[in-house]
């Protein structure tokens, strides 16, 4: 009988898959960087929220323990959305401040506690008063319009420098600095929008939380201030100062 013949033994170099799944494959590949191009553009125009988140992960504020008893437990996604808000209501402050040419007379900046905002008592009042000037009244305009139904807290804090005073209105320091922080407030509470009186604070400290140096007059001028707090956290179980 003769022998069948052998057959070829199969060759290496054939195709294992289809043609077209290399440049399937290759447009996949393709398409992959193109999305991550347009995620690391976007990150740029988003930086600052994620700076405000990061603030918020895990905890609902600086005093932990004690906003957990008021505020009760803050899931992630409630505590993105604050933070996202306080970040839109700081650009916004901002936004109008330079609008009005006030930019450089009033420092705000972003915290874990919220939005501050620190005026010097050379923008606010003439000395020894606590009568507010008409570029206090337009600072505490712009600030009013950014105070939303979502805010829990505004605290305002009045501060002096060293030098005694003593006039039939003001024996103190510590009656000159409540008053301005109630001047402030009842401006905000008179602003169309203003929240529910209870939800507002004003506390004077007189001379003795200053920020700088009561021995020279640059230090003494830094230290005579209102210094305002806007928060989505209510307020905490114990007085908290205001840190500038």
């Given at each position: 009988?003769?022998?069948?013949p052998r057959r070829p033994p199969?060759?290496?170099?054939?195709?294992?898959?289809?043609?077209?799944?290399?440049?399937?494959?290759?447009?996949?590949?393709?398409?992959?960087?193109?999305?991550?191009?347009?995620?690391?553009?976007?990150?740029?125009?988003?930086?600052?929220?994620?700076?405000?988140?990061?603030?918020?992960?895990?905890?609902?504020?600086?005093?932990?323990?004690?906003?957990?008893?008021?505020?009760?437990?803050?899931?992630?996604?409630?505590?993105?959305?604050?933070?996202?808000?306080?970040?839109?209501?700081?650009?916004?402050?901002?936004?109008?401040?330079?609008?009005?040419?006030?930019?450089?007379?009033?420092?705000?900046?972003?915290?874990?506690?919220?939005?501050?905002?620190?005026?010097?008592?050379?923008v606010m009042f003439a000395s020894?008063?606590?009568?507010?000037?008409?570029?206090?009244?337009?600072?505490?305009?712009?600030?009013?319009?950014?105070?939303?139904?979502?805010?829990?807290?505004?605290?305002?804090?009045?501060?002096?420098?060293?030098?005694?005073?003593?006039?039939?209105?003001?024996?103190?320091?510590?009656?000159?600095?409540?008053?301005?922080?109630?001047?402030?407030?009842?401006?905000?509470?008179?602003?169309?929008?203003?929240?529910?009186?209870?939800?507002?604070?004003?506390?004077?400290?007189?001379?003795?939380?200053?920020?700088?140096?009561?021995?020279?007059?640059?230090?003494?001028?830094?230290?005579?201030?209102?210094?305002?707090?806007?928060?989505?956290?209510?307020?905490?179980?114990?007085?908290?100062?205001?840190?500038?």
């Open positions: 009988m003769p022998r069948r199969p060759e290496d170099d054939q195709p294992t898959a289809p043609f077209w799944m290399a440049t399937f494959s290759d447009m996949v590949t393709l398409l992959l960087a193109f999305f991550v191009m347009l995620v690391a553009m976007s990150e740029v125009e988003v930086k600052k929220f994620e700076e405000a988140l990061s603030y918020f992960h895990g905890h609902t504020g600086m005093l932990q323990n004690e906003m957990a008893l008021v505020a009760g437990p803050t899931t992630p996604a409630t505590a993105e959305n604050q933070a996202v808000q306080q970040a839109e209501r700081y650009e916004e402050l901002l936004e109008r401040l330079e609008e009005a040419g006030l930019s450089d007379a009033v420092e705000v900046s972003l915290t874990t506690e919220g939005v501050h905002v620190t005026m010097l008592d050379s020894g008063t606590s009568a507010l000037l008409p570029d206090a009244e337009r600072v505490l305009a712009a600030l009013a319009a950014v105070v939303a139904p979502d805010v829990q807290s505004v605290s305002v804090e009045g501060h002096t420098d060293s030098v005694p005073i003593q006039t039939a209105t003001y024996p103190s320091n510590w009656e000159l600095s409540t008053a301005r922080a109630a001047s402030v407030v009842r401006f905000l509470l008179a602003h169309e929008g203003a929240l529910a009186p209870d939800r507002y604070r004003a506390a004077g400290y007189a001379e003795f939380r200053p920020r700088d140096s009561n021995a020279t007059a640059p230090g003494r001028a830094r230290n005579r201030r209102v210094t305002i707090l806007i928060s989505t956290v209510p307020w905490p179980t114990s007085s908290t100062p205001i840190r500038p």
